[in-house]
């Protein structure tokens, strides 16, 4: 395992890349992105206006844009954007994947009240979800999948049926990985979706499993139009954060003073942030779990890295944050095993098999990896076949 020596990311990290100084790719687009003036963003707001403006009179008979959203901050940001700033009448899209807290629900049921938006909420059935759970954990160690799927395709099928062009999207996620520079105007794609989203699964991959049944009807909400629907439309994914400059605390802040935004009431076990993900339960708790599984990192690292190019945290503090938080076995663990009828030994059997063999290896039946602090730790008893364990055998 390396670190980036100036956030906490580890090299393993999706796409990251560490310099001849030891920095990864992610920090130094932050660097980029920081250097940028305020003339700068003025003119990229100014960009923004006119495309929305030439997309939205080509459509006067139809909503101005859809925006898809799930009551978070970020979403109250877009739909503050396009319904307040700039007059629009915004179609809201809410895929419902059964996860959300609280908070959550109450954000994201107040959301036509505080707008002049109709909001469309569409959910699978019950029973749908939880085979999806069972089946996307055992088949990719992500029992989320229904989720980022419906969240990247409902918005696309609503904006085809009812000849909607332009689908407003947030963050282009930058600060993951360093992917994008401040010159590359990120749109949506199918790409990107299916790749990153979807883990390279489709709808048809998940049906017919012999222990859970599943039909392509109960799927029609996955399936993704086709190219030729979606050029008769003309339809394209913006992201605003190619045009407004993203601080995800000033945000919520304006939202809070503005609408009453709610943040998380309980801490979060994996995370020290209150204000990301409260439509879904398990992001921050064991879908993050698993990742800290794969890959030897989770959420902590994914916030306080962000934080500290931001500089609301230095290095020092980052890393206590991660040696509390990374490890953690949420509570919500024995909420979902419930929910889909599995063993804790059963979890454990299946979450293992995932483990990536660069990070984690075997010793006295224990699981050890190397750590952003120094000296290896374990984390974990060891729950393989022995045919499975040689190869994370040193």
């Given amino acids: 395992m390396k670190y980036c020596t100036k956030c906490v990311y580890p090299q393993v990290s999706v796409n990251l890349e560490l310099d001849e100084e030891g920095v990864c790719s992610a920090c130094r687009v932050a660097e980029k992105f920081e250097e940028l003036s305020e003339e700068f963003w003025a003119m990229r707001e100014q960009k923004f206006a006119k495309i929305v403006d030439r997309i939205v009179k080509k459509n006067q008979s139809n909503y101005d844009c859809i925006i898809p959203v799930s009551g978070g901050k970020d979403s109250y940001f877009q739909t503050y954007i396009m319904a307040e700033k700039y007059g629009l009448k915004p179609l809201l899209v809410t895929y419902h994947g059964n996860n959300y807290l609280p908070e959550g629900d109450y954000n994201r049921d107040r959301m036509r009240h505080l707008f002049n938006a109709d909001h469309l909420v569409y959910g699978p059935s019950v029973e749908v979800l939880k085979k999806l759970n069972r089946i996307c954990f055992k088949k990719m160690g992500d029992m989320n999948w229904q989720n980022h799927c419906g969240i990247f395709t409902l918005p696309v099928i609503v904006a085809v049926k009812f000849n909607i062009p332009l689908v407003i999207w947030g963050e282009t996620t930058w600060d993951i990985s360093g992917m994008y520079e ?166 454990w059997e299946i979450a293992d098999t995932f483990r990536n063999p660069r990070v984690w290896w075997i010793e006295n039946d224990m699981w050890y990896k190397d750590n952003i602090w120094g000296e290896p730790s374990a984390y974990g008893s060891v729950y393989l076949k022995d045919s499975d364990r040689a190869k994370y055998l040193r």
């Fill in 182 to 347: 401040p010159d590359d105007f990120v749109e949506f794609s199918n790409r990107v979706r299916h790749e990153h989203g979807l883990r390279g699964y489709e709808w048809y991959d998940l049906i017919n499993e012999p222990d859970e049944p599943l039909t392509e009807k109960d799927m029609m909400w996955a399936k993704y139009p086709t190219d030729e629907e979606i050029l008769k439309v003309g339809v394209r994914g913006l992201y605003i954060g190619n045009f407004f400059k993203w601080n995800p605390y000033k945000h919520t802040d304006l939202m809070k003073q503005k609408y009453q935004w709610k943040e998380a009431e309980q801490p979060f076990e994996r995370t020290y942030r209150r204000i990301s993900n409260l439509d879904d339960r398990y992001e921050n708790g064991i879908h993050d779990l698993l990742k800290f599984v794969k890959f030897g990192y989770g959420r902590a690292s994914d916030h306080a890295s962000k934080d500290i190019r931001l500089g609301y945290m230095s290095r020092e503090e980052g890393i206590e944050k991660v040696r509390e938080m990374d490890h953690v076995v949420s509570s919500d663990l024995e909420y979902w095993l419930n929910y889909v009828n599995m063993t804790e030994t059963e979890f």
